[in-house]
């Protein structure tokens, strides 16, 4: 039989990503169980995986700003025999051609001179709007299609759905609550009027889904409140900036959405065009016309 080169070459990167992704998981999962040094590691490590690659183990530490010796404990804590065995899975990423980290796009902007300090407005403006552009691109990039139909799928069967965003979340969370409703869904805002919110979660069934989302630093009655919709049963979905995010243990589907560390820099953006496309999915999944869910959205007051 003959063989197809590229369809080979096709499965090799998926396989080598595969790993990659594999790992990433490894890590979010053991980070509880992880010394505060070893954290510092696996922060870095998720947010900086080409430094991970191609750094020699003193070169990565310096980084990291750790003893060397840390990061081999921090290869063994995953399991590797040491930092080469874990570092051929960060270089598999490289071969496997994926796109550059969202931390290491930024340090190239940061290169070319695109953030540069300055007083003037409109230099300003071009600041949030090339950060603005690159979290875009990356979050096309990077969200898997099984990850956006999962979660369609449980917005879809839920009779009723939880939007949990508090503090500087809400405005993400207040917009999808109103496309779903301008869209004929029943969707409940979380916004802690009234000291209620513990009185959704009990309102909360198994037949309904959570949509979480927050971002550093996190809000603690979002932390609080996910993990106790999770004990109840309720599928949750997570939006939020790392794998190592208090709200994504338990949750069924999460989509990350890196930012920048600086706060002054923090954009909605990318997380505003995902909750939207996952409204206006919802609507396409159901078969309804899209043109009579976007008339409804058109002739409401802004």
Known sequence: MRKHPKRSGMQTKSAQLS??????????????LLSD??????????EHPTDMALGTVAEVAARAKVQPSAIVRFAHALGF???????????????????????ERIDGLRRDGSFQDSSNPHELLARFASEGTVSLEN???????????????????????????????????????????RLGRRAILLDGLGN?????????????????????PYNPETVQL??????????????TDSLLSPIVHGADVVFEIPDMPEAVLRTMVAPMCLVQSLAVGLTIKANEPLTSGATRLASSPR
């Not at 790993?19 to 509880?32: C, F, K, V």
């Not at 209620?196 to 550093?216: K, N, Q």
């Open 19 to 32: 790993a990659y992704d594999s790992l990433r998981e490894g890590i979010a999962q053991r980070y509880p």
């Open 196 to 216: 209620v919110l513990v009185d959704h979660v009990l309102t909360a069934t198994r037949r309904d889904v959570v949509i979480a989302v927050s971002f550093r």
């Open 139 to 181: 979050l096309q990039e990077s969200v898997r299609d099984a990850d956006l139909k999962r979660a369609i799928g449980l917005m879809g069967q839920a009779h009723a759905i939880y939007v949990l965003g508090l503090g500087g979340s809400f405005p993400v969370a207040a917009h999808l609550t109103y496309v779903l409703r």
């Open 81 to 103: 025999g040491g930092f080469t065995e874990l570092q051929q899975v960060f270089r598999s990423r490289l071969v496997a051609g994926a796109v550059p980290s969202y931390r």
């Open 37 to 46: 040094r070893l954290r510092v590691i696996a922060e870095f490590a998720l």
């Open 226 to 239: 996910v993990p106790e919709f999770h004990a109840r049963g309720v599928p949750i979905i997570a939006v």
